[in-house]
């Protein structure tokens, strides 16, 4: 998919990796054959509880897609944790993938949150094109159909100014009882994107 997908991940993995000595990096797919010299640890990420219930009968951590599936992520969690058979792992560790987008104001949120609308309607039609401008998705009117997709989604994003997303992204964990959140932030413009990143380190003291 158009701005979402990375057709070489293990390149983009190693670049990230070179310029950073505290972020743990990781893949959702690795397409091609690598050289491995250390062992890596494996993930198991799912939207549903089949992908919950694998994870613990293979030991591994799990991942709940939050962003993908914000129906009954909680009860996928709790299931997990309570049939985990030790395995690569002696406890279950569990994370909540969450998409989140951080701005200054809630006037910028709103505006950022008309980009993900735009999207995921796009989405809706099986339209595969690059993720809207904040431009775009300020000036797109939409049908009452439309609306009702977008009103569906809301639950799977947390938008808003640092107080505001922090305060549900706590909420959420601990819903979840998650050991850690995993952040991904989609929005209309590469500075919106990154201020985000920046605004959600600041609040959670991560510089």
Known sequence: M??????CPEVMLARIGSLTKRIRIGSGGVLLQLQIFTRPELWMLGSS????LLAAQLGIRFAFAH???AQYGHRVAEAYRERFVAGQRQKPYLAAAVFVIC???DKEALALENAVDMRRVQMAYGQNQSIPSIEQGI???YSERELVVIAH????SIIGT???ATAQMHALQEQFQADELIVIS???????RTRSYELLAEAFALG
Do not use: L, M
């Not at 158009?2 to 057709?7: F, K, L, R, T």
């Not at 989604?153 to 799977?156: M, Q």
């Open 2 to 7: 158009q701005g979402v997908s990375n057709p």
């Open 49 to 52: 509880d089949f992908g919950g």
């Open 67 to 69: 962003f993908i599936n």
């Open 103 to 105: 701005a200054n104001t």
């Open 139 to 141: 000036r797109q009117t």
């Open 153 to 156: 989604e809301k639950a799977r």
């Open 162 to 164: 640092p107080e505001r």
């Open 186 to 192: 989609v929005a209309g413009s590469y500075a919106a």
